[in-house]
């Protein structure tokens, strides 16, 4: 029995080495193809690094790529200093994956649903173009899988890699929390005051982080700011499937309400991606995905990644205006 339980986890762990192989050597192939667009800023601003003082990576990131989170920043000023910037990106491509392995491979989802998302649309987008947002993904994904004690570094990390994935967090954590303290009331005992009081530490620690952040946060609104009506139609159409497809219709309009919100307001693929992301992340914990609607949400956005490479072979980013 001993020896079935080795040679079992001696080959996960040779799946695993594969995977990170594997998605390494895409991730080196995509991006000598993937050269414009975003890239161009964000190879300016690696280089750049290479010759700016530590206090001056905020100002010097700011130029190059109008963002201001400090972690993303941090991070490739001291990659720069030691790697080429295809090998950089690789190994965190490569950790996105195989973290993402780890966390559905966790969930037990169905395998369908877990090829088609190592194909989707999105996905290819963290690898190439959304450079910052990939780290902020990361360390989400991490926030998932690591145990408890190192949950709370992972969010913040994730948070301070780009300040848009608050919309996630919220969406995510404040109708738990909300939930927890309404069945902490109802019952009514001493253990009643946990619940109420995480649901405040919660808020506050996120009210907190928009106070902190205040300036870039409402610079990247006002920026972006568009009341698209196309963009929410697609979001309502993801919210009618998830209330038909959900266990929990209550948690799920309270997971929703705000993604559906900020895409009517900023529109744009990259609150897409967020609203996209948080349906998944209910699927994934419901058991939901082998469910016919789910699956097909899925297909699409993976028969979309075959359009994107044709263009990034061709014209050297995923979007052609």
Do not use: C
Not at 112 to 121: D, E, P, W
Not at 178 to 192: P, Y
Not at 198 to 223: G, H, M, N, R, W
């Amino acid at each position: 029995m001993m020896q079935k339980n080795s040679i079992s986890h001696f080959s996960w762990y040779v799946l695993l080495v594969a995977i990170l192989l594997a998605s390494y050597l895409f991730s080196y192939w995509i991006l000598g193809y993937y050269t414009a667009g975003d890239q161009e800023h964000y190879t300016g601003l690696y280089d750049a690094l290479r010759r700016t003082p530590f206090g001056y990576i905020i100002h010097v990131q700011y130029r190059y790529t109008g963002s201001k989170e400090p972690l993303y920043g941090i991070i490739m000023w001291v990659a720069s200093s030691y790697f080429e910037k295809k090998v950089v990106i690789s190994i965190f491509n490569a950790i996105l994956i195989s973290s993402l392995f780890l966390l559905l491979a966790k969930r037990r989802v169905n395998y369908v649903f877990m090829l088609l998302m190592m194909s989707n649309f999105y996905l290819l987008v963290l690898l190439t173009s959304a450079e910052r947002l990939k780290f902020a993904y990361i360390f989400a994904i991490l926030a998932a899988i690591l145990p408890k004690a190192w949950r709370g570094l992972a969010v913040a990390a994730s948070l301070l890699s780009h300040f848009s994935v608050i919309i996630v967090f919220l969406s995510i954590l404040v109708p738990q929390r909300f939930r927890e303290a309404l069945q902490s009331l109802r019952r009514g005992d001493a253990e009643s005051l946990k619940g109420i009081l995480a649901l405040i530490v919660t808020f506050s620690l996120f009210l907190l982080f928009l106070f902190l952040y205040q300036e870039p946060i409402l610079q990247k609104v006002s920026l972006y700011t568009s009341y698209n009506y196309i963009d929410a139609s697609s979001a309502v159409l993801l919210f009618m499937i998830a209330m038909w497809v959900t266990r929990d219709r209550t948690n799920m309009l309270m997971a929703l309400a705000l993604p559906l919100v900020a895409t009517f307001i900023l529109g744009g693929q990259r609150v897409n991606m967020l609203t996209v992301s948080i349906f998944l992340y209910y699927m994934i914990k419901e058991g939901r995905t082998a469910h016919p609607a789910v699956l097909a949400i899925m297909a699409y956005f993976s028969f979309k990644s075959v359009d994107f490479m044709q263009d990034v072979m061709k014209y050297g980013t995923g979007f052609v205006a």
